[in-house]
């Protein structure tokens, strides 16, 4: 039987490199994206080079109808089999001064960053429950740990991933679920593409960026077996900032 794994926002960056790892460790991928087909296609091609397989799955993590739709119909094509690990990745950025603070830059990003985490995760976690197995890890930010100036929007809905965690973990710990969230410091992706890269990497201990492949090393410890013992846990990868 085909271990599932699904990775929201798998067609760039982070996503894409912890479906790449996912499938080389042995999971049939689901590689979802919102829009960039042409994107998503290179991280199917880069998991067939590695010998693994994946699929595409595309829905909008923000649009509840559109969530339910995708996984109801993966279901009814799949019988009895189960999306064992999920990675809740998908994230934008709309940074700004509170003050200047759009009402689409505070719900867009509460909207993607976390809303789409209770939609997908919500559908899915009553498989795993039933199964008794299962692995969710959300990628969160050291910004929703410390918060940043001009994130209020993308820190508040990280730090509110934080406590969906912490919580699910406590409602799933005994059908062998584990909830986990890893919190990334700067990484080198198109989200950070804007950002002046030497001035921050002053401030970083570790003197650089972090990279993709980097976070989904620890994203693939917590989806192993070998991970079983941690649940409710916030782990940072961020060069120690
Ligand atoms: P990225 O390169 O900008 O990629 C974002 C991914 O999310 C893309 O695959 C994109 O799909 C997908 N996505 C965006 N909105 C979506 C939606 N509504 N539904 C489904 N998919 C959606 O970003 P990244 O740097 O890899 O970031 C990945 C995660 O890490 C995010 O949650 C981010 O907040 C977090 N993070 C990143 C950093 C960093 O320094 N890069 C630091 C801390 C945390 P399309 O290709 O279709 O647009």
């Given at each position: 039987?085909?271990?599932?794994?699904?990775v929201?926002?798998?067609?760039?960056?982070?996503?894409?490199?912890?479906?790449?790892?996912?499938?080389?460790?042995?999971?049939?991928?689901?590689?979802?994206?919102?829009?960039?087909?042409?994107?998503?296609?290179?991280?199917?091609?880069?998991?067939?080079?590695?010998?693994?397989?994946?699929?595409?799955?595309?829905?909008?993590?923000?649009n509840?109808?559109?969530?339910?739709?995708?996984?109801?119909?993966?279901?009814?094509?799949?019988?009895?089999?189960?999306?064992?690990?999920?990675?809740?990745?998908?994230?934008?950025?709309r940074?700004?001064?509170?003050?200047?603070?759009?009402?689409?830059?505070?719900?867009?990003?509460?909207?993607?960053?976390?809303?789409?985490?209770?939609?997908?995760?919500?559908?899915?976690?009553?498989?795993?429950?039933?199964?008794?197995?299962?692995?969710?890890?959300?990628?969160?930010?050291?910004?929703?740990?410390?918060?940043?100036?001009?994130?209020?929007?993308?820190?508040?809905?990280?730090?509110?991933?934080?406590?969906?965690?912490?919580?699910?973990?406590?409602?799933?710990?005994?059908?062998?679920?584990?909830?986990?969230?890893?919190?990334?410091?700067?990484?080198?992706?198109?989200?950070t593409?804007?950002?002046?890269?030497?001035?921050?990497?002053?401030?970083?201990?570790?003197?650089r960026?972090?990279?993709?492949?980097?976070?989904?090393?620890?994203?693939?410890?917590?989806?192993?077996?070998?991970?079983?013992?941690?649940?409710?846990?916030?782990?940072?990868?961020?060069?120690?900032?």
């Amino acid at each position: 039987m085909k271990k599932y794994a699904l990775v929201t926002g798998g067609s760039r960056g982070i996503g894409r490199a912890i479906a790449v790892k996912l499938a080389s460790a042995g999971h049939h991928v689901l590689v979802n994206y919102k829009s960039n087909e042409e994107e998503a296609r290179k991280t199917l091609e880069e998991i067939a080079a590695a010998g693994g397989t994946a699929e595409l799955l595309p829905f909008d993590v923000a649009n509840a109808g559109e969530v339910t739709a995708a996984l109801e119909g993966w279901h009814a094509r799949h019988g009895d089999d189960c999306i064992e690990v999920l990675v809740n990745n998908a994230g934008i950025r709309r940074d700004n001064l509170l003050f200047w603070m759009t009402d689409a830059e505070w719900h867009d990003v509460v909207d993607t960053n976390m809303n789409g985490i209770f939609y997908v995760t919500r559908f899915l976690i009553k498989y795993m429950m039933n199964r008794k197995y299962g692995r969710v890890i959300n990628v969160v930010s050291v910004s929703g740990v410390n918060g940043l100036a001009g994130q209020a929007n993308y820190s508040a809905a990280k730090a509110g991933v934080i406590g969906f965690t912490r919580s699910l973990a406590l409602e799933t710990a005994r059908k062998r679920v584990t909830v986990n969230a890893v919190a990334p410091g700067f990484i080198e992706t198109d989200m950070t593409r804007d950002l002046h890269r030497e001035e921050l990497k002053k401030v970083i201990p570790a003197g650089r960026f972090g990279t993709a492949g980097e976070v989904a090393g620890l994203v693939a410890f917590l989806a192993s077996d070998e991970a079983s013992y941690i649940t409710g846990q916030v782990i940072s990868i961020s060069g120690g900032l």
